[in-house]
């Protein structure tokens, strides 16, 4: 099965927003007039794919904050994808995922009562060369899903459970610009899992690989 371009995922409300206080902060620094943002502003609201988004602000300087995130799995030269950065991951007596292109920064907590996370990386943008994670699981699960190029350090402790990195689905492929993932905190009675997996929609990178 061929891998979607995440440059044709439709858009949320939340995405035309950030593209849309972009916009007005261009126009107050003299950057765009008047009858520019009312052009631009009216595509924001009218884009469907993240595709559309991309050339309103291709000419504008823009913070690092505010800057489109590039998922790690699309090679350079693909279109910017903006996306929503979550600090925090959290779930009671229920399920909390996050998947697909979102932003991750420096340091993300992750914590699970009685019910599961899933932080699927694959496709995140990581803000920085080195991301923290710190999960605490409490009769719970948190499972955390990496790329192959990524680098993983687990630190943490199970108590009466398990904090571990399980078996690699695909072989890593770990250069000097890897990011590195480092996930910390414990496990009480529960488990917190990190496992390297294929890009969603690619098969096995080498044959003969068993998981």
């Not at 972009?22 to 520019?36: K, N, T, V």
């Not at 699981?137 to 350090?153: E, F, K, L, P, S």
Request: hydrophobic share 40%; proline share 7%; with cysteine.
């Amino acid at each position: 099965m061929e891998r979607r371009d995440p440059a044709q995922l439709r858009v949320s409300d939340h995405d035309r927003h950030q593209v849309a206080e972009l916009l007005r902060q261009a126009a107050g620094e003299g950057r765009l007039d008047l009858d520019e943002l009312d052009e631009r502003l009216e595509a924001a609201y009218s884009a469907k794919t993240y595709a559309d988004l991309v050339p309103i602000t291709a000419d504008l300087p823009v913070r690092p904050t505010d800057h489109p995130a590039v998922p790690q799995g699309v090679p350079l030269g693909q279109p910017l994808v903006p996306a929503a950065t979550y600090t925090t991951s959290v779930s009671f007596l229920g399920d909390c995922t996050r998947r697909g292109v979102w932003r991750v920064p420096a340091e993300h907590t992750a914590f699970s009562m009685m019910g599961g996370v899933t932080l699927d990386l694959r496709e995140a943008q990581l803000e920085a060369r080195e991301t923290t994670i710190t999960a605490v699981a409490i009769m719970a699960g948190i499972d955390i899903v990496v790329n192959a190029r990524t680098q993983v350090i687990v630190e943490g402790i199970g108590v009466m459970g398990d904090f571990s990195q399980t078996r690699d689905r695909v072989p890593a492929e770990i250069t000097p610009d890897s990011p590195v993932v480092r996930v910390k905190g414990f496990a009480l009675m529960a488990g917190v899992s990190v496992q390297r997996k294929a890009m969603p929609g690619e098969s096995r990178r080498r044959i003969g690989w068993k998981a």
